[in-house]
């Protein structure tokens, strides 16, 4: 069985009429049955009474000349009243003088007269009159009656009363089927609109207002709210729209911007080299083809003319993969570090291998990133930091790493010359060199690379040193 | 105007960097038959006999190889390579791209369109020496040339 608030408005209301129809028709019955039966116990008894008063007044010349005969006759004009089953009538002295009864039994007759009024015993109404004459009492009436009257007045009464409650429910269940709808069925239509709007996600439709009430009310809200819907969803498209047009300007933007760039390199790797390439090449043949005619110091100078020159060139090389490194996407995957630890040693070492390098390499976590970019920071570092342990006697390199803060940190140490830590926001910037080109040669880009490598990737770099002693070159990628 | 057969083409825009070139080949002993042009234009015309080249030769004129650069005025080095490739009595030059240019486009295109080789002009005079040296002893000297109908 359903729980009630789960039952159909059309059943509710039915229910509901029902039980109201039923209440009232109950309380209306009972208390109209109730009516009757003391309306009918009175006229009954009311109806005995004057009963009595006459056959009481015709009685008196019997008892007076103590006719029995007569007293005999006048009690069976009784039997008229189908109702009354008994009646005796008693002389002054309280003897039975006359019977009258419908059925044989003598124990229905009373010994001796009892107080005059009528009463309700059992089921029967009986009760005495006196029967006087000029204020003289010459003896009593006893008279009774069963209540078969009211019985099947009480029935016929019941009958139409179950009548009436069949035709009444009938009618309001009819009726109810009726009129519900006008309650019911605007509901209904605005809960399938509702549904079907939520179902079909169409938000155009509205709900047919059918009538001023609170659901004229409801399906006006309703259809207030799905106008605000819409109203919302057309500024949503409108507002993805302008971002969708915002995102492609930049875009191309960021793209021309880009083309510029490459164009920008393309010149430089050019245009640039050639003039270099023939400042070193004529004044290389200023040497070869002019010795005799050259001292010493002009050879000095000749050397001093191409050595710059020659450090232009790198200068240029380095500047090109900076910016190179800038504007590629850098594409994550994983890498193996050791792995491309390895690889970058093994290539370096035959340029840089002077006095052994003892190495110390720990294993290394796996890590995410774009694996040429994170390629060209080992090589940075690594080359860096045999470049400025080379002068040791007993150069020695430890790489490891470590986690923290959710990031893999990895390290390259080296027993070198080391830096002074003062200096050390230097370390990182465009052509910063903490060293005379004397003692090391380089141009001051590679630790600016990494830097740039590395934020782009989304970790960071540090260092660590203390002159003389070493230095040790952080990094960190997210996990 | 030319009398002799012409071996190598060179084709520079670049003064300084055609004295080098040709300072270094001669060193070794590879310039005697070379012939330079200074842009693609005129490198056209010269193989192909026409404007002011026109009527010396019999409609082409092949050198065994032909250095080429790619940045030049008027006509760049990869639409004469494109050219020389494209004709039947040309595709068979050895053609020998000679740049300052290391970027990766220049690169491709050049393999695309049947380039026989692509040397990067080092800035260091000796780097360049060398390359030269080694150019001319492969190409002139190893390298079977394409047989001349003529």
């Known amino acids: 069985m359903m729980l009630y608030k789960n039952i159909p408005i059309r059943k509710k209301l039915l229910r509901i009429v029902f039980l109201i129809n039923g209440i009232v028709l109950f309380v209306t019955c009972v208390t109209f049955f109730i009516y009757e039966f003391y309306i009918f116990r009175k006229t009954t008894s009311e109806k005995l009474s004057t009963i009595g008063k006459i056959i009481a007044a015709n009685s008196t010349a019997a008892l007076a000349f103590q006719n029995a005969d007569d007293a005999k006759e006048i009690l069976a004009a009784l039997k008229a009243e189908p109702h009354i089953v008994a009646a005796s009538l008693y002389d002054k002295d309280g003897k039975i003088f006359s019977k009258y009864a419908t059925t044989a039994r003598e124990s229905v007759f009373p010994v001796s007269p009892g107080v005059a009024g009528f009463s309700f015993t059992n089921s029967y109404l009986d009760g005495f009159t006196p029967v006087t004459q000029d204020n003289r009492q010459l003896g009593t009436l006893y008279l009774k009656s069963d209540m078969g009257d009211m019985y099947e007045r009480l029935r016929l009464y019941g009958t139409i009363v179950v009548l009436v409650l069949v035709i009444s429910f009938f ?36 709900a047919v207002k059918m009538g001023n009430d609170e659901l004229g009310t409801l399906t006006e809200a309703f259809n207030h709210m799905l106008d605000q819907i819409e109203e919302q969803n057309r500024n949503l498209v409108e507002f993805n729209q302008n971002l969708e047009q915002k995102v492609m300007e930049r875009t191309e933007q960021l793209e021309s911007v880009n083309k510029e760039l490459e164009g920008f390199s393309y010149s430089v790797s050019h245009d640039l080299r050639a003039p270099l390439r023939a400042v070193i090449g004529f004044t290389s043949m200023l040497e070869e083809d002019y010795t005799s005619k050259l001292d010493d110091e002009a050879m000095r100078i000749t050397s001093v003319i191409k050595k710059n020159t020659i450090k232009m060139g790198h200068l240029i090389d380095d500047l090109l993969a900076f910016s190179r490194m800038g504007r590629q996407d850098g594409t994550k995957t994983a890498i193996d570090m050791t792995e491309m630890l390895n690889e970058v040693i093994t290539s370096l070492s035959p340029v840089e291998g002077n006095g052994a390098i003892s190495w110390d390499i720990q294993p290394l976590p796996r890590a995410n990133g774009n694996a040429n970019m994170i390629r060209q920071v080992w090589v940075n570092l690594v080359s860096n930091a045999i ?22 940190v990895f390290f390259v140490r080296d027993n070198g010359v080391g830096f002074d830590q003062l200096y050390q926001d230097k370390l990182f910037k465009v052509f910063q060199r903490l060293h005379s080109a004397e003692e090391f040669e380089g141009t001051g880009v590679g630790l600016a690379l990494v830097e740039k490598i590395i934020s782009k990737q989304g970790g960071d770099v540090w260092a660590e040193a203390e002159k003389d002693k070493g230095a040790c070159f952080y990094f960190s990628l997210p996990i | 105007m030319k009398q002799e057969r012409v071996d190598l083409l060179l084709v520079e825009d670049n003064d300084s960097d055609a004295e080098l070139t040709i300072r270094h080949l001669k060193k070794n002993n590879m310039a005697n038959n070379l012939f330079h042009v200074k842009d693609g234009e005129e490198a056209l015309e010269f193989i192909f006999a026409t404007g002011k080249y026109a009527g010396q030769g019999d409609s082409t004129n092949r050198p065994k190889i032909i250095l080429l650069d790619i940045q030049m005025p008027k006509v760049s080095g990869i639409e004469v390579l494109k050219q020389l490739k494209g004709d039947p009595r040309t595709r068979s030059i050895p053609v020998v791209i000679l740049t300052s240019s290391k970027e990766d486009p220049d690169i491709q295109k050049c393999y695309a369109l049947g380039v026989n080789s692509y040397i990067v002009k080092p800035v260091n005079f000796e780097s360049f020496a060398e390359a030269i040296k080694n150019f001319g002893f492969y190409w002139l000297l190893l390298n079977q040339p394409p047989v001349d109908k003529l």
Request: no cysteine.
């Open chain 1, 387 to 408: 470049k400025y342990s080379r002068k040791r006697k007993a150069p020695h390199i430890e790489i490891g790493s470590f986690d923290k803060d959710n990031k893999h």
């Open chain 1, 171 to 206: 009618l309001a269940y009819v009726l109810v089927r009726f009129l519900q709808k006008s309650i019911s069925t605007p509901i209904l239509a605005l809960a399938q609109t509702a549904k079907v709007i939520s179902d079909q996600k169409v938000y155009s439709v509205r």
